[in-house]
């Protein structure tokens, strides 16, 4: 009995295990029927998911483009998945959605798509979709710059010379940047050139520098056709040449870049490598006025000011100096404070100009030192100290302004605010003198006629006292007539 029960269950085991063996056959069949239809799914659909997606956003139905590329998406197309992610990205088809760009761009990224590499690096620099992070932004793109893309090689390159999520280093940066810009990355190609111009990772070269703000100029970079436009104007690493500088200014200012906009501007208004033009030059440093450029805000003002291509109008040229005095630009500060002291479209007010002064001055501007200065003297806007005077003549004089030089040694001259020191005043009437200044010349004419601070001499104070003479110093001519009758 036992023996038919083994007989029973060995027949009952071969036929299960038979039918076993069938059916895995049968699966195994089944599942490589599914991986194929998976795979042509991927390569057919997918592809033809992908390429709709791109014709309707070339025709700019971009609704139906993220609807096609959802399909290609889901069925695991890394270039999808990427071109959803921009799509989400940019809000075009969808409601802009960093998180949902930065979950396609991974999907991507982790499929080794280069350019999904490069976008997830991006979203990390920046921020975007996720918390910033330097370190991943490096390592996403360096992960696509070892695959030869050469905006990612412009990134990492950046992240090298900013120091970061990883260690400042210059050499690297170059690295990168060259690698890009030998593949003609028009941004890579302008930050080689920067990095030959500052000579950071490699030998400062002017003409390197050149060589590649041009190509980088002739792709359309507007910075780069500025920064030409620079080394043109100023004789860096080619021939001098106001005209080339003129060229280069207006393609960059006529794509919008401000600082090219103003010094084109600057251009017309002295007739620099074109005729010169005040309405013209009002036209460029008003463009870039209005960007709010500070520099052309105040220069504008001084237009309006002056007259110059514009009728004059000193309420209009307050407007655009307080503009830029606000700014903090420190010339617009010593600006606005001149017009407060002498009422120039505005009621005169030595408080105000003392206060606008003192802000340029405290950013180290040597004429508004030397204007606080005078406001101290004569207690004009602030209560009179000498004391006050001598330190900001003093800060203007040690920055080589003659104006100042010449305050301070007549400061000294007469033992204002500080012990009188003949010395002391000859050394800064001398520095004044040499700079020209006729007053200062006549100062120090006096000093050697009289024997103050200094051994009499005659000669000596005939030559300083004629210098002045020859620019016009009234009291010198009247002294130069007595000198010379002698």
């Known amino acids: 009995m036992q023996n038919k029960k083994l007989r029973r269950f060995s027949l009952t085991g071969a036929i299960f295990f038979g039918l076993l063996t069938v059916a895995g056959s049968v699966f195994g069949e089944a599942v490589k029927e599914a991986a194929a239809k998976t795979e042509l799914d991927y390569f057919t659909n997918g592809l033809d998911y992908l390429m709709k997606g791109m014709d309707h956003y070339d025709n700019v139905d971009y609704v139906e483009a993220v609807k096609w590329y959802r399909k290609a998406a889901e069925l695991g197309l890394a270039q999808a998945q990427n071109h959803l992610g921009v799509m989400y990205d940019n809000g075009k088809g969808v409601t802009e959605n960093d998180r949902e760009a930065v979950k396609w761009y991974r999907k991507a990224a982790e499929q080794g ?32 710059a070892e695959q030869g893309l050469a905006r990612a090689q412009d990134h990492l390159g950046l992240m090298y010379d ?58 359309g970079l507007a910075k780069a056709q500025f920064n030409l436009g620079l080394m043109y104007e100023f004789g860096i690493g080619v021939t001098q040449d106001d005209q080339e500088a003129v060229k280069w200014y207006r393609k960059a200012a006529e794509q919008g870049h401000t600082e090219a906009q103003f010094n084109l501007g600057l251009m017309y208004d002295n007739g620099k490598g074109v005729t010169q033009d005040d309405q013209e030059a009002v036209k460029w440093v008003r463009k870039a006025a209005e960007q709010g450029l500070a520099l052309a805000q105040d220069h504008l003002g001084a237009m309006y000011e002056f007259g110059k291509g514009v009728t004059e109008d000193d309420q209009q040229a307050v407007k655009w100096v307080r503009k830029a005095a606000e700014q903090g630009l420190a010339l617009a500060q010593d600006h606005l404070g001149a017009m407060y002291e002498f009422g120039k479209g505005v009621i005169e007010n030595d408080q105000e100009a003392v206060k606008w002064y003192r802000k340029a001055a405290e ?11 005078m406001m101290y003297e004569f207690g004009e806007g602030v209560t009179e100290d000498k004391q ?18 010449y305050n301070l040694g007549d400061m000294y001259d007469y033992g204002k605010g500080v012990t009188k020191d003949d010395q002391e005043a000859v050394k800064w009437f001398r520095k004044a003198a040499e700079q020209g200044l006729a007053r200062a010349q006549f100062r120090l004419g006096l000093m050697y006629g009289i024997g103050k601070g200094v051994t009499p001499d005659y000669q000596k104070s005939l030559k300083w006292v004629r210098k002045a003479a020859e620019q016009g110093n009234a009291d010198a001519q009247k002294i130069l007539k007595q000198l010379e009758a002698r």
């Open 113 to 144: 798509l280069a350019q999904a590499q490069d976008h997830l690096g991006l979203m990390y620099d920046n921020g975007k979709g996720v918390t910033e992070n330097d370190r991943e932004a490096v390592k996403w793109y360096r992960k696509a």
């Open 162 to 219: 900013n120091g970061k999520g990883v260690t400042e280093n210059d050499r690297e940066a170059v690295k990168w940047f060259r690698k890009a810009a030998e593949q003609g990355q028009v941004d890579a190609q302008f930050n080689l050139g920067e990095m030959y111009r500052r000579g950071e990772g490699v030998t400062q070269d002017y003409q390197e520098a050149v060589k590649w703000f041009r190509k980088a100029a002739e792709q």
């Open 388 to 405: 006050e005077a001598v330190k900001w003549y003093r800060k203007a004089a040690e920055q080589g302004l003659a104006k100042a030089q």
């Open 363 to 373: 950013l180290g501007l040597a004429q508004a030192q030397d204007r606080l200065g």
